[in-house]
C-alpha cells in the first residue's frame, strides 16, 4: 500500500503511466490509503496527525501530488491529473472533516467533568416579610430575648379565655375568626388563632420567670381585604416576664426597639388602650418618619402618611394583666412583666413605602425582586 506514498515523490513522467484509466488507478490507490488512516484516527494528536500529513501546506501528500504529478504532467494528461487530483483532494478533505465532526461529538459525549464549575441557577431570595421578622428578631435577640413558636391551629382557650377573654367577652367580636369544620365527634371546636398571644400562655405554661420569648407567625382575621387588611398577616408577639419587671423596662425596651428598627431619631410615645391580658394597656406611636414628625411633607402641604398628626400608630402592648398569671400558675404577687404584638406586615409597609398589603401575597416577582 505504502508504495503509492513512495510514488508521490516521483514526477509524473516516472510513473509509468499513459492512460487516463492509469491515472485514475493510482489515484484510488491514494484514496483507499487515505480513507484506511482515516478509520484507525481516534485522538485529537491522530485528527491533527491526519491533517498534516495528507492536507498540510509543506509536503502534505496533496501537496507532493500537485508538484509532482500534476505540475508536471505533459499538456495531454493534465487535464486528466487534474480532474482526479481535484476528486482526491476533495475526498480527503471530506475525510478529515468527518474526523473532526466525529471529534466534537465524542467531546460533546464525554463523561462529566465534575471539577468544572456548575451550571448557576438563579435562587430566589427571602421574601421582604421574611426578612423583616429577621430584622427585629435579631434586634430582640441582642437584649436577650429567644425565639418560639406555637401552632396556628388553636383552641379557644388558649386564643381567648386564657388570655382573660371571656365567652361573653365583647373584644370576641373583631376577633371571631375561622373555626374549623371537625368530623363528628372530634373534640372541639378548634380555629385559626386570630393573634400571636396564645403562644404567651403557651409558653408561660411550660417555663418559670425569667420570661424573655418573642414569638413571629401568622395570624388569621375574618377580614374582608384591602389596602391595609388581609385575612392572613404576620405578629411577632413579646414577653417578658420575671419578678422585678417595671413599666419603664417597658417602655425603654419598647423605644430601643422602635430606634434599632425605624433610626436613632425616631421618637415614641404611648397611649392608653384596652387589650382584656394587659393592664395597662397602650398603643404605641412613632414620630412619623416620612415627615419626620412634622405633620408637613416635603412638597409642603400635609403629611399624607400621617395625616398630618406627625405620628404613626404602630402596635398595641402593656403589664400583663395579673389575671393571666392565674392561668399559668404564676404568682401574680411575685412576678410582673410586659407584652406586645407587632404587626409586621403593617412594620415592613412603614419602612419599605410599601401602600397595598397585598402586594405581599400576590407572588409578583417584579415586586419581590425590589426587597433581594
Ligand atoms: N394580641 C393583640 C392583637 O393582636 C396585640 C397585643 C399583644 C396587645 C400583646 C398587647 C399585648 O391585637
Known amino acids: 500500500m505504502t508504495a503509492i506514498l513512495e510514488k508521490?515523490?516521483?514526477?509524473?513522467?516516472?510513473?509509468g503511466v499513459s492512460t487516463g484509466g492509469e491515472i485514475e488507478n493510482l489515484f484510488r490507490q491514494l484514496t483507499e490509503l487515505a480513507d484506511a488512516e482515516q478509520r484507525k484516527v481516534i485522538t485529537d494528536e491522530e485528527r491533527e496527525e491526519f491533517r498534516v500529513r495528507w492536507l498540510g501546506?509543506?509536503?502534505?501528500?496533496?501537496?507532493?501530488?500537485?508538484?509532482n504529478w500534476l505540475d508536471t504532467a505533459p499538456k495531454e494528461m493534465r487535464r486528466w491529473v487534474g480532474t482526479y487530483f481535484q476528486y482526491f483532494s476533495e475526498h480527503v478533505e471530506s475525510a478529515y472533516s468527518y474526523v473532526k465532526l466525529a471529534g466534537e461529538i465524542l467531546e460533546v459525549d464525554k463523561?462529566?467533568?465534575?471539577?468544572?464549575?456548575?451550571?448557576?441557577?438563579?435562587?430566589g431570595t427571602h421574601h421582604l416579610i421574611r426578612q423583616v421578622f429577621q430584622e427585629i428578631e435579631d434586634i430582640f435577640f441582642s437584649i436577650g430575648f429567644s425565639v418560639v413558636e406555637g401552632p396556628e391551629i388553636e383552641t379557644p382557650y388558649y386564643n381567648f379565655e386564657a388570655l382573660n377573654i371571656p365567652e361573653f367577652h365583647p373584644v370576641r367580636d373583631d376577633m371571631d375568626t375561622f373555626y374549623l369544620e371537625l368530623p363528628k365527634g372530634a373534640p372541639g371546636p378548634l380555629l385559626l388563632r386570630t393573634h400571636t398571644s396564645p403562644v404567651q400562655i403557651r409558653t408561660m405554661e411550660k417555663r418559670q420567670p425569667p420570661v424573655r420569648v418573642i414569638v413571629p407567625g401568622k395570624v388569621y382575621?375574618?377580614?374582608?381585604?384591602d389596602a391595609t387588611h388581609s385575612f392572613m398577616f404576620h405578629q411577632i408577639e413579646g414577653l417578658a416576664v420575671d419578678s422585678d419587671i417595671t413599666f419603664c423596662d417597658f417602655t425603654g425596651t419598647i423605644?430601643?426597639?422602635?430606634?434599632?428598627f425605624f433610626g436613632e431619631s425616631?421618637?415614641?410615645r404611648f397611649r392608653p388602650s384596652y387589650f382584656p391580658f394587659t393592664e395597662p394597656s397602650v398603643e404605641f406611636d412613632a414620630s412619623c418618619i416620612f415627615c419626620e414628625g412634622t405633620g408637613t411633607a416635603k412638597s409642603g402641604g400635609t403629611c399624607g402618611k400621617c395625616k398630618g398628626v406627625g405620628w404613626i400608630e404602630l402596635f398595641g402592648a402593656g403589664m400583663v394583666d395579673?389575671?393571666?398569671?392565674?392561668?399559668?400558675?404564676?404568682?401574680?404577687?411575685?412576678?410582673?412583666g410586659f407584652a406586645f404584638g407587632i404587626g409586621i406586615d403593617r412594620l415592613a409597609m412603614l419602612k419599605y413605602g410599601i401602600d397595598d398589603i397585598q402586594a405581599f401575597f400576590q407572588n409578583d416577582?417584579?415586586?419581590?425582586?425590589?426587597?433581594p
Open 8 to 15: 508521490t515523490k516521483l514526477p509524473f513522467a516516472d510513473l
Open 111 to 123: 463523561p462529566e467533568d465534575l471539577s468544572l464549575p456548575g451550571v448557576i441557577r438563579p435562587i
Open 322 to 336: 395579673p389575671a393571666v398569671y392565674g392561668f399559668v400558675n404564676y404568682d401574680p404577687k411575685k412576678v410582673s
Open 266 to 268: 425616631v421618637k415614641t
Open 221 to 225: 382575621r375574618r377580614d374582608n381585604p
Open 255 to 260: 423605644d430601643y426597639f422602635v430606634k434599632q
Open 57 to 67: 501546506r509543506n509536503d502534505s501528500v496533496r501537496v507532493r501530488v500537485k508538484r
Open 365 to 371: 416577582v417584579r415586586f419581590l425582586r425590589q426587597f
